[in-house]
């Protein structure tokens, strides 16, 4: 069930990612279209006031005109004092002037332009004067029976730096808002996610031949995926329980013929009457049991497939045990063959299969004392091991002989199925040490094969180093 890191990163982007991206998008644009209605608001709220203010002041400029003979000669009674207090202003500059109705100027600054009438009264407009961008207002008025035309301008520094105020300031409230929004967001999916990353973390942790179903709550949206899981989970393991049945079966079928046709061999080998034939019997009898023998390394070789292996299977095996059986089994033959097969031992217990663990020491065995001259030596030890970086101890077992060796550039190669040295002796499948690594890893243990000691032959290695696959003998 691990899978990969690169495997994950090809696929599409986060939810998370996704999410805050298809947000950030229309916030952004919700964010520019609030600052503009904003700044229009707060534009237009500044102009009414400054020109109110204008107003005001064109109404001041009213009040002081008089037809004191009432022949139509208007006189603004503006004394200096007055104009002074009404041009006063540190920012912007401000002008007026009073006509007739024919346009003739009666008080102010003769080249600021009334404009034409318009049907608001007072009217505003834009206009460029003397260099300066200005607002002018114009008031039309009657004095006695005579129309007078006021017009008074100020420049527009105080209301351009009022709406730059203003819209800096709208600008920075609203991003403060739009990352406010998202961070918010932001904690809100990753809070939302939290049972999928429990989920994840749930199906990285396990190991390959856990096929339990998924039991980590997850929201509403999320339990169709998570029971397709279970129901793949449960499909696997009702095949690997299939597998199993068969492989039991199909191992039961063929040997039981083998084992007849290689007694009867045997049988034939004594025979007198076979005295003819006798060298074809003997070369059929090692070619049937050479048979027997690969037909015994495949069948352990797909009972090995981690599929094939769960660990309502497994139980505590104790080491010790083992090793003493296999180095019982092979004792004959290494007798025969004048090899010193022996064993050293510690107390220590794992968590597997039996019948695994035996083919695993069986083939190792085999291995050490086919490739062992005589006069030679085979040890199989077991026991506990320190592993470095790991807060606990593992368990090993170990096979070393004194043969030939293995060279370090083929170390990699001779755990392949069917692969054998060139040059390499003797009549076998070449499936020994690849038994030996699938058997290792539905044990999720690690196989190695190291020099020996005196830098003579082969050393091979499994180190259970999983903490809850090692228990002490004497702590049980």
Excluded at 188 to 197: A, D, E, I, T
Aim: hydrophobic share 45%; glycine share 8%.
């Amino acid at each position: 069930m691990n899978a990969p890191d690169d495997a994950v990163a090809i696929g599409a982007p986060s939810i998370r990612r996704r999410l805050l991206f298809l947000l950030l998008v229309p916030l952004t644009a919700l964010l520019g279209i609030g600052i503009y209605i904003d700044y229009r608001a707060g534009a237009e709220a500044i102009r009414s006031a400054y020109d109110r203010a204008l107003r005001e002041d064109a109404l001041a400029i009213a009040a002081h005109l008089r037809d004191e003979d009432g022949n139509g000669r208007i006189d603004a009674d503006l004394p200096p004092q007055a104009v002074a207090v009404l041009r006063a202003d540190s920012v912007d500059s401000i002008y007026y002037a009073v006509r007739g109705a024919d346009g003739a100027l009666i008080s102010g600054d003769a080249d600021l332009p009334t404009g034409a009438a318009r049907a608001e009264n007072p009217s505003f407009r834009d206009v460029d004067f003397r260099g300066h961008a200005a607002r002018v207002a114009r008031y039309a008025t009657q004095v006695g029976a005579t129309d007078v035309v006021i017009a008074i301008a100020e420049t527009t520094r105080k209301r351009g730096a009022a709406t730059t105020r203003i819209l800096a300031s709208v600008v920075l409230t609203d991003l403060v808002q739009l990352a406010a929004t998202l961070l918010l967001i932001w904690f809100g999916v990753r809070y939302g996610l939290r049972p999928l990353r429990a989920l994840g973390a749930q199906i990285r942790q396990r190991s390959p031949r856990d096929l339990a179903p998924l039991d980590t709550p997850v929201p509403d949206e999320v339990r169709p995926l998570v029971g397709a899981l279970n129901n793949l989970l449960a499909t696997v393991h009702a095949s690997a329980r299939s597998q199993q049945r068969f492989l039991a079966d199909a191992a039961h079928q063929l040997r039981t013929p083998l084992t007849g046709m290689i007694a009867q061999l045997e049988l034939l080998e004594r025979d007198a009457a076979a005295a003819q034939v006798r060298e074809r019997i003997v070369a059929l009898h090692q070619s049937s049991r050479r048979l027997a023998h690969t037909a015994n390394q495949l069948l352990a070789l797909a009972r090995a497939e981690p599929a094939a292996n769960v660990p309502e299977n497994f139980q505590e095996i104790e080491l010790e045990a083992l090793v003493g059986e296999a180095v019982a089994a092979h004792l004959d033959r290494a007798l025969a063959a004048r090899i010193d097969l022996g064993a050293d031992t510690a107390p220590v217990r794992v968590s597997g299969s039996a019948w695994l663990l035996r083919e695993l020491l069986a083939n190792l065995v085999d291995n050490a004392l086919n490739y062992t001259p005589a006069g030679g030596s085979v040890t199989v030890r077991c026991g506990r091991a320190a592993i470095e970086g790991a807060p606990f101890d593992g368990a090993f077992l170990e096979v070393e002989d004194d043969g030939p060796g293995i060279p370090e550039h083929e170390r990699e190669r001779v755990r392949e199925r069917f692969y054998r040295m060139p040059g390499a002796d003797g009549n076998g499948s070449g499936l020994g040490l690849a038994i030996v690594d699938e058997i290792a890893r539905a044990h999720e243990a690690d196989f190695s094969i190291r020099t020996g000691s005196g830098a003579r032959g082969v050393c091979v290695r499994v180190e259970f180093t999983a903490a809850t696959n090692v228990r002490n003998l004497s702590g049980s």
